[in-house]
């Protein structure tokens, strides 16, 4: 009896083709069958940033923007518009109770289009840190599963409240237009102080970050020292209110040079403060290298502890 196998071989007249041995194709090949290969090695400099691979994955950082805006409107039936109608409904309760009932004065203007100056840019820099803390906690899937800089994670979630500034944006043109409030030319510096706030949030963001991934009592605080923080900074009161002896220990907070720079920029409110504007610059830089260090030295736990 004839085997199956010599069978079907002499029927198709032509033995059959053994598989390819892996080690024999690459070695007829040589090196065009290499795969390339990306060795990631720990880090020693405490400042070795990688930049370079933070602006080859630039589309990364993209994506994350993009996803965290999509699923913050995601199955609304206003969409966007939240970030025009929360910011106005909010400071309309300031107007009524600190406008009309305390009285606080507005440095000569409608106290709604002052306190919305103000409001903008604290707004803005509460969701990027409270983002920013829960940052890595929020991502922990991907920390766990694929490697990229870490760095990526904290910054896109400071990045993309920006989105939201730029839409409240129009609220106060409106308040503006509708008060009669003509913008100063100082409104082109705007960009610069929306940096200095996006760089004072991602520097707290690196502190708090790595903190809410060993200890999660981190992200319970949070709330509360935004709250707080509000009321320390010149958000519904100008820096007039604050006696002058206490003023360069009031500005050892950064936000209040930023505040300051908003209105100046957008309504010209009086002049510019210029120690609140540069003590809020060193602060920053202070906070952000700092940041920096802390941020790197915890980096390595975060895939473990997680």
């Not at 039936?77 to 939240?82: F, N, Q, T």
């Not at 829960?134 to 922990?140: D, F, H, I, K």
Request: charge should be positive.
């Amino acid at each position: 009896m004839v085997p199956m196998r010599e069978l079907v071989d002499s029927r198709n007249h032509a033995p059959r083709p053994r598989p390819p041995v892996i080690g024999q194709a690459r070695a007829s090949h040589g090196r065009s069958m290499e795969l390339p290969t990306s060795v990631i090695e720990a880090r020693q400099r405490l400042l070795d940033l990688d930049i370079g691979a933070i602006w080859q994955r630039r589309e990364l950082l993209y994506f994350l923007v993009w996803r965290d805006v999509k699923v913050r409107y995601k199955q609304t039936v206003i969409g966007a518009a939240w970030a025009l109608l929360s910011p106005l409904l909010t400071v309309a309760i300031f107007a009524v109770v600190f406008g009309r009932l305390a009285k606080i004065p507005s440095d000569g203007l409608p106290y709604i289009v002052f306190a919305f100056a103000g409001f903008m840019p604290w707004t803005y820099f509460a969701q990027a840190l409270a983002r920013g803390s829960a940052s890595l906690v929020g991502n922990a899937h991907l920390i766990t599963k694929v490697y990229f800089p870490r760095l990526m994670i904290p910054l896109a979630a400071v990045a993309t409240p920006a989105v939201d500034f730029c839409l409240s944006l129009l609220t106060l043109f409106g308040l503006m237009l509708w008060y009669r409030v003509p913008p100063s030319v100082s409104l082109l510096a705007l960009p610069a102080y929306l940096l200095l706030a996006a760089t004072i949030a991602f520097a707290l963001a690196l502190w708090l970050a790595p903190l809410n991934v060993r200890y999660r009592d981190v992200n319970h605080a949070i709330p509360f020292l935004v709250q707080a923080w509000m009321y320390a900074s010149p958000v519904v009161y100008p820096v007039s209110l604050v006696p002058e002896r206490w003023r360069v220990v009031y500005s050892l907070n950064p936000m209040v040079g930023v505040i300051e720079g908003f209105r100046w920029c957008l309504v010209g409110a009086d002049d510019l403060n210029v120690m609140a504007v540069t003590v809020s610059l060193v602060v920053t830089l202070v906070a952000l290298v700092g940041g920096l260090v802390f941020f790197r030295r915890m980096e390595r736990a975060f895939a473990d502890v997680i």
